[in-house]
């Protein structure tokens, strides 16, 4: 159990800043008054280095040596007395696990999965086995590796969906195929570089569960289903919409328990229409770009991290059920109708941009600048 002390604040380190998502969980952080935040970065011109929010940000030379970066995280450790080291991105999740005998105090360690748990829930192709194994409803799949590998999936139906086993995010790398005509066109076109996961297209709709666990067993979690096409059918949607079900909450829970989960985690699902199931079809394993909507919904998942990691206890939250937009939907919903006075009452995150600006207004000016720059060398 960790433990701060009497009277002074949480002292929480993100040893992988330079992760796009620090922006997000340093905002729900920031909303807790018992927390101190310190980061790590390996990118130095990080505009969240200038954030408000942010009480000790520190430089990491970008290095492949693993031991280098622990080292620099042991230092951290030492000089701010950090009761919670809290990695946020799959890399340096990743990372710890594998080194944790190597830091000064392992004890303030996040909760974190075991490698062998945590690479399950990462490798879509071991996930969809161990659904299989665990009795949970999944998607028939097989994993190839070449154009000649396509022989192996006779025994899927079309339509089908191709996705990189391990990699990648934000929907990079899936499509969908409705014959094998289609699909060998395709990797003819492109080659196979890497290992993919061709499934069996769920008919139906996604829905998320994000969720937060002590030794398999859920402490906090919110459902959300998306309500407005992001930049293509398989990126992250532009708006949300939060609610509740019964039945996704239970595969959800047995999922979770399965993989003896901790830490944090977003999973991605898909109804199937067909069978009447929710079928996990993807596990983030770190935090997500919408942890701000859930906080925004009541569940403050980055604050909760903290606590559970230092053996405090809580109720599990209720969250409201809310529809949210993010600044992309909410420029889509400007654009359309600029005078209608509901776009003043929707659910967004322009409130934390609002509340901590000179991260915005770094990253505007250095883009200003490089775009200028590379404009006036070409001209040369």
Request: one cysteine or more; glycine letters at 6%.
């Amino acid at each position: 159990m960790h433990s701060s002390s009497e009277g002074n604040k949480i002292k929480v380190l993100i040893p992988d800043g330079e992760s796009h998502l620090l922006l997000y969980v340093v905002n729900c952080l920031s909303q807790a008054d018992d927390v101190d935040i310190y980061v790590i970065s390996q990118k130095k011109h990080n505009p969240m280095r200038y954030s408000r929010h942010i009480k000790g940000f520190s430089f990491c030379t970008n290095t492949d040596s693993e031991l280098d970066w622990i080292e620099a995280i042991n230092s951290e450790v030492m000089k701010h007395s950090i009761d919670v080291i809290m990695p946020i991105f799959e890399t340096g999740i990743k990372k710890l696990i594998k080194n944790k005998k190597k830091l000064v105090n392992q004890g303030a360690l996040g909760l974190l999965p075991s490698l062998k748990d945590y690479c399950i829930a990462f490798n879509k192709n071991q996930l969809a086995k161990h659904l299989e194994f665990n009795n949970l409803p999944f998607s028939k799949s097989e994993v190839v590796s070449s154009i000649k590998g396509l022989e192996k999936i006779d025994n899927l139906n079309f339509p089908i969906i191709i996705k990189p086993v391990e990699g990648f995010g934000g929907g990079q790398g899936i499509y969908k195929f409705n014959s094998i005509e289609d699909l060998q066109r395709h990797f003819k076109k492109t080659g196979c570089n890497y290992e993919t996961l061709i499934q069996e297209y769920v008919e139906g709709y996604d829905i998320d569960c994000s969720v937060l666990c002590k030794d398999g067993k859920i402490l906090a979690y919110t459902i959300q289903k998306g309500n407005m096409m992001g930049t293509h059918q398989f990126s992250p949607q532009f708006g949300l919409e939060f609610l509740y079900d019964d039945k996704l909450y239970k595969v959800v829970e047995k999922l979770m328990k399965s993989l003896n989960w901790n830490g944090v985690a977003h999973i991605d699902m898909r109804y199937d229409r067909f069978t009447d199931q929710f079928k996990a079809i993807e596990i983030n394993t770190r935090f997500w770009v919408s942890v701000e909507a859930s906080l925004i919904a009541g569940v403050n998942f980055p604050y909760l991290y903290v606590l559970a990691s230092m053996g405090k206890s809580f109720e599990k939250p209720d969250y409201s059920f809310i529809d949210y937009v993010n600044y992309k939907g909410l420029i889509k919903k400007i654009s359309k109708n600029i005078l209608d006075p509901k776009i003043l009452a929707l659910n967004t995150s322009l409130k934390f941009a609002l509340n901590d600006p000179f991260p915005m207004i770094y990253k505007f000016v250095w883009r200003t600048k490089n775009i200028i720059k590379s404009r006036f060398s070409k001209i040369i």
